[in-house]
């Protein structure tokens, strides 16, 4: 064994000693990258000095590491697709890439990774594109630390800043991404980590994923996007320590769930969203240590939910704590949370209110049933209307109520 191990060892340090470093600039023999990548041999690491390249259609199709030297810009002219890597262990880091070309039949990215392995793609300027990060068949990658800026205006002729298609055990970390369509796009992505993002100001979702399992978001940063997050038709998902603030409009999220089973999410914070959380056909989630603060609705929760537990969560100045268009199942626990509009008491000062809370106001139920409605909500209707119904519960679902509620902010 120790023998093998040596043999591996040994093998691995001629192959470093063989490893070249190839320099392309303005002045050298090698004038562009796709010269530079021509002339390399595998595991040859590409030096590209300052200056600007205008190429597009580059293919990387062995292992090399291209590092930039102070942002050296590709150029793609708003022709096609600029970098395209079609071999395993790729490092593409510290370039300024810019100009991808628009095509409604083809998805032209800036760099797009294509039945590829153990790639890292870190350190990068993508400005003034249709796709900035495009990932294709392709596992075990890392991509990190990116500014990607796009000029999207309308959604039919703006692609996506990060995105993933049939992948599995990627990692998507620390990267800022400002007006595409979608920040970042998973689609049949399982087994992957999105960590430290932020996502502003664009066109449809901060964060947009479906068919995608056993993935982990958290300490991402999402605002005044469209519609704000979205996740759909998965399971096993892990949703921890994000932002989701200022998506506002007709219909704005700041997280959209739908067909999504056996979650977790906790400790986020959703603040000033037209609609804090929006629950369909969503079942066994704990929604747990969250910060619900000053949205249109804090929780919407329509049909097809079942065993789902709200526990530890802060409830803060929404105008509706919760819709409920659930039915009379009566499996959706609410239990221990704090509500900014509970008037209740604690005679034995155990930190519980000793009335149990309906957050479903009358006025919520109406507006569920007729939106129109919801030009009234200044006014002292509203105030009678739901007094009356906090007085005497006639119409409000009675199941839908936290019998322990909490007098302090967890």
Avoid at 15 to 38: D, H, S, Y
Avoid at 253 to 279: C, H, P, V
């Amino acid at each position: 064994m120790l023998r093998i191990f040596l043999c591996i060892i040994l093998l691995y340090s001629q192959l470093n000693v063989f490893a070249q470093t190839v320099r392309v600039c303005k002045t050298c023999e090698l004038k562009t990258l796709q010269a530079g990548i021509a002339q390399a041999k595998s595991g040859d690491t590409l030096h590209i000095e300052k200056g600007i390249y205008k190429e597009h259609e580059v293919i990387v199709d062995k292992p090399l590491t291209i590092i930039g030297k102070d942002y050296p810009v590709i150029d793609g002219e708003m022709i096609g697709e600029i970098i395209r890597v079609i071999s395993d262990s790729v490092t593409i880091d510290g370039l300024f890439i810019k100009n991808v070309g628009t095509s409604y039949t083809s998805d032209f990215a800036a760099i797009r990774i294509k039945r590829s392995k153990h790639f890292l793609i870190q350190n990068l300027k993508l400005e003034t594109l249709f796709f900035g990060i495009y990932l294709e068949k392709s596992d075990d990658g890392i991509i990190q630390n990116n500014y990607i800026k796009g000029n999207a205006k309308v959604e039919y002729q703006s692609g996506n800043g990060i995105h993933l298609w049939h992948c599995k055990n990627v990692q998507v970390l620390n990267n800022k991404i400002y007006n595409v369509r979608d920040g970042i796009y998973f689609e049949f992505v399982n087994n992957s980590l999105v960590q430290g993002n932020v996502s502003i100001n664009n066109l449809r979702y901060g964060l947009h994923f479906m068919f995608s399992n056993n993935d982990i978001y958290k300490d991402n940063y999402f605002e005044d996007n469209g519609a704000g997050v979205a996740v759909m038709f998965s399971k096993f998902i892990k949703i921890e320590n994000n932002t989701f603030k200022k998506n506002k409009g007709a219909a704005s999220y700041g997280l959209l769930l739908k067909e999504i089973n056996d979650a977790t999410i906790s400790n986020n914070i959703f603040q000033e969203n037209t609609i804090g959380t929006y629950l369909e056909g969503c079942n066994r989630i704990t929604y747990a240590n969250n910060n619900l603060i000053q949205n249109g609705w804090a929780l919407k929760m329509m049909g097809a939910c079942f065993e789902n537990k709200f526990i530890h969560n802060n409830f803060i100045g929404n105008t509706f704590d919760v819709s409920y268009s659930g039915g009379n199942t009566t499996d959706n626990r609410f239990d221990y949370n704090y509500w900014s509009e509970y008037a209740g008491y604690d005679l034995n000062k155990d930190g519980t209110g000793d009335v149990p809370f309906r957050p479903v106001k009358l006025f919520s139920f109406i507006t569920t049933k007729v939106p129109e409605s919801i030009i009234l909500i200044r006014s002292s209707f509203v105030d009678l209307v739901n007094f009356s119904e906090k007085v005497s519960p006639v119409f409000t679902p009675e199941h839908v109520s936290d019998s322990f509620p909490s007098m302090n902010k967890f």
